[in-house]
Each structure stands twice: as C-alpha cells, then as structure tokens.
C-alpha cells in the first residue's frame, strides 16, 4: 500500500457494530474503535460509527460521542438486517467504505490507521472490493481463507497482498467498499446471520473484484463453532447448519456437496466423542439425511421459502 491514489483527500469510513444483548459501556469494539480513531489524524479520516441493536426491547443509551449514532431495532434481522441498514446511510452520506464489526471485537491500535491507508490506496481502485484483517481464535488462523476439496485452508499469519483465487473472510472487521454492495444490490436477505460472510465473497469473487489482505492487523476472534459443547445453543447450531447447507447448495459445486455431507458425518462422531448435547448431535443427523433423501432443488426451494416467510414477517409494516 505505498502507492496512494488520494493520499490529502480523507477516507470516509462508515463503521456499524452489532449489538445483541451487550450494553454499550461492555463492548468492547466501541471503545477499541474510539481508541485507534485517535492514531489517525482528522485530515486523513472522515469516521461515523453506527451502533445498530439487535436486543429485544433495546434501552436507548443516553449519551454518546459525537461521531456514534444509536439505532434500535424493532425486531432481530440479525447481520443482515444491520449491515443494509448501516449500508443505505453510508451510500447516502456519501460513504466509501462500510466496516463491519461485531460487539466482542479488541481492535488493535493499528487498526483504523492500517485501514485508513487502505482506503486511501485503493481509493480509485475499483476492482479492490474489501480490506480484511486476519482473525485467530486462540492461535488458530481463522480468517481470511481459501476453499480446498476437503477443508479450507487459513491464510498464513501476517501475510500482506492480495491471493490469486477465490478468497474468503469473516464479516468481524471487514472494510467493503460501499459502490461494489450497492451494484450487488446490498447484502442478501437468504443470509440472515450465518453463511452470509460465504456469500458475499463468493459474489465478489464472481464479479471478478479482489480481497486485499492485511495481514499488519492480527485480532482474536472467538468462533463459538468450534466448541459446540459449551459455546453453541440449539436454536443458534440449528440455523447454521441450515443456512451452511443452503450455501453450498446454491453455490457450491457437486463434489463441495458432497464433501460436506461427509463433513457432517466427521462432526456427528467427533460431537459424540466430545459429550456434546444428544439434541446437537440429532441436528447433524437430521441435516445429513435431508440432503440425502431429498434433492438439491428442493431443498434450495425450502430455503428460499422460508427466508422469504422469515423477512416478510420481519419487515411487515406495523398493525395500526
């Protein structure tokens, strides 16, 4: 990133952070966000934060600083809900970048400085469709990573480029370019909260625009997923391994389906080894058979019926 397209023009960032059942003064983005905005020089970024609320019944906060703006939703939508709603201001204020944060995020100090160089670099360089950082739980890379036959595959700790295949990244810290979501027509309403990060890239990858990684910013990223006995719920693995399934379906190949039908069965042995709930266990039994009993236009249509179900009552206009 030494070439900068517009290095005296600030970049204009938008930044929305999900909360869900997490008060302001505990999350920890916010006040990480606020405290690497304080490396970067107000000539060199233009920043807005939105704190979009997913909490049942959600307590406006009071006070706030001036660049963070408070909304509460009327009924959970989950990500995606939260990011079209982040993304229509941002496209309206004029906006070229929208970050997408989680609520338990520990930014580092470098991190909206690396960022900002980014968007500056990039400025004029429209086939860059995000920046992203690279996310470890516990040591083990996570994100950004590349699809392999049997298994993903992380890229390495502090690689700084770009890769030269398909490429794919959490939504935890992701800088997007607002002009690439607005042609994709905003983020896909069949992803309400998991696999949504899977379609995105896969959309940019289709559109032939590229992922720039920076690797200079490292952060901790918990994934329940991979501790399902004491980090996962019912309702919360139910919808993942719904919304995985129909991912793959939809935009995976034969041979990806199929791996992920042994995929599940790899996850049933390994959950029964660790004492995982029976209940769970049960859920990748139920998703094994139904993609072996039905077929895969059926269950594309299910899907599709029942996101369409979901955000139609969620987005129905109020009885007066």
């Given at each position: 990133m030494k070439d900068r397209d517009n290095p005296d023009k600030p970049a204009r960032i938008f930044a929305v952070i999900v909360l869900y059942k997490k008060t302001i003064e505990d999350c920890v983005t916010l006040q990480t966000l606020l405290?690497?905005?304080?490396?970067?020089?107000?000539?060199a970024l233009f920043l807005k934060v939105l704190?979009?609320?997913?909490?049942?019944q959600a307590i406006?906060?009071?006070?706030?600083?001036?660049?963070?703006?408070?909304?509460?939703?009327?009924k959970n939508g989950g990500l995606s809900g939260a990011?079209?709603?982040a993304l229509s201001i941002a496209e309206s204020e004029g906006y070229d970048w929208l970050i997408t944060l989680d609520q338990d995020s520990h930014l580092p100090?470098?991190?909206?400085?690396?960022?900002?160089?980014?968007?500056?670099?990039?400025?004029s360089n429209t086939s860059v469709a995000a920046v992203v950082p690279q996310l470890?739980?516990?040591g083990l890379q996570l994100s950004p990573y590349t699809h392999g036959f049997l298994r993903a595959s992380a890229i390495p700790s502090k690689f700084v480029g770009f890769i030269p295949r398909e490429l794919h990244a959490y939504n935890s810290a992701a800088m997007l370019r607002v002009s690439i979501l607005i042609e994709l027509g905003g983020f896909s309403y069949?992803?309400?909260?998991?696999?949504?990060?899977?379609?995105?890239?896969?959309?940019?990858f289709r559109i032939n625009k590229r992922v720039f990684v920076d690797g200079e910013i490292q952060i901790e990223h918990e994934l329940s997923i991979l501790d399902v006995k004491n980090r996962v719920n019912y309702p919360r693995y139910q919808n993942f391994l719904h919304a995985e399934a129909a991912y793959i379906d939809m935009y995976r190949g034969f041979s990806a389906s199929w791996v992920h039908n042994l995929r599940l069965v790899v996850r049933w042995v390994r959950n029964r080894r660790a004492g995982v709930d029976i209940s769970l266990q049960n859920l990748l039994l139920d998703c094994l058979k139904d993609r072996l009993l039905?077929?895969?236009k059926q269950r594309i249509a299910k899907w599709t019926n029942d996101m369409e179900k979901f955000n139609a009552e969620l987005y129905a206009p109020p009885d007066r």
């Open positions: 405290t690497a905005m304080r490396e970067v020089s107000s000539d704190l979009f609320d997913n909490t049942p406006s906060p009071t006070e706030l600083p001036g660049n963070v703006q408070y909304k509460a939703a009327s990011y079209n709603f100090q470098n991190y909206l400085s690396r960022m900002t160089e980014a968007a500056q670099s990039f400025a470890a739980d516990r069949l992803f309400w909260l998991d696999a949504l990060d899977e379609w995105l890239y896969s959309q940019f039905h077929p895969k």
